[in-house]
């Protein structure tokens, strides 16, 4: 009979293995940009420095995703634009953008332009941040993104180290008394 449990335990493992190779992919990512340098057009209007944006974003991994603002959620912008975002599930490449089409990021009409590899594995990367306006378009290499916690992350947190304390608390230590004869 064991054995029979053994086995089914195995075949379960083994069927859901597979299924497990896409997934639902939530961040919460805080990205700021400063010392913006001219690459293309006249110059006369640069970007917002700092260009800083918080943003959520919920997707299904499995497929490419073109222009979307499905699942994301802008918590903060230093930009007044709206944006969108796409992702390219063979490179792992999001683009978050306000017009995020493809060879949009070129075109004066964008505000900006956001390149994050490695998106659905940890950690994220930024390739480069482009901002464009009428005049030029302007691209920085000063950029940091860092992950924002969730609440229940914290909430978790928050319960561990309470848990640590109470286990700590409860703890006794015992003397122990060596004697050599």
């Known amino acids: 009979m064991n054995r029979f449990w053994s086995i089914s335990f195995l ?3 083994f069927s859901f293995s597979n299924a497990a190779s896409a997934a639902v992919v939530m961040k919460t990512l805080e990205v700021t940009s400063t010392d913006f ?28 995703i073109e222009s979307s603002t499905n699942g994301l959620n802008i918590i903060s912008a230093s930009v ?31 505000s900006f332009c956001i390149f994050m590899s490695s998106f659905s594995t940890a ?3 930024i390739g480069a941040l482009q901002a464009t306006s009428v005049a030029g378009i302007w691209r920085s290499d000063n950029t940091t993104i860092s992950a924002v916690p969730e609440p229940a992350a914290w909430a978790f947190m928050i319960f561990g180290f309470g848990a ?13 008394k060596i004697s050599y004869a």
Do not use: Q
């Open 11 to 13: 075949i379960t493992v």
């Open 123 to 125: 950690p994220v990367s």
């Open 80 to 110: 007044p634009y709206s944006a969108e975002y796409s992702y390219d599930s063979n490179s792992d490449l999001l683009v978050l953008a306000t017009n995020s089409g493809v060879g949009s990021c070129l075109l004066p009409a964008s």
């Open 164 to 176: 640590i304390g109470g286990a700590m608390r409860r703890y006794h230590k015992t003397n122990m």
């Open 37 to 64: 340098f001219f690459v293309n057009g006249n110059g006369a209007e640069a970007p917002t420095d700092p260009l800083s944006i918080v943003f959520s974003v919920t997707f299904d991994n499995a497929a490419d």
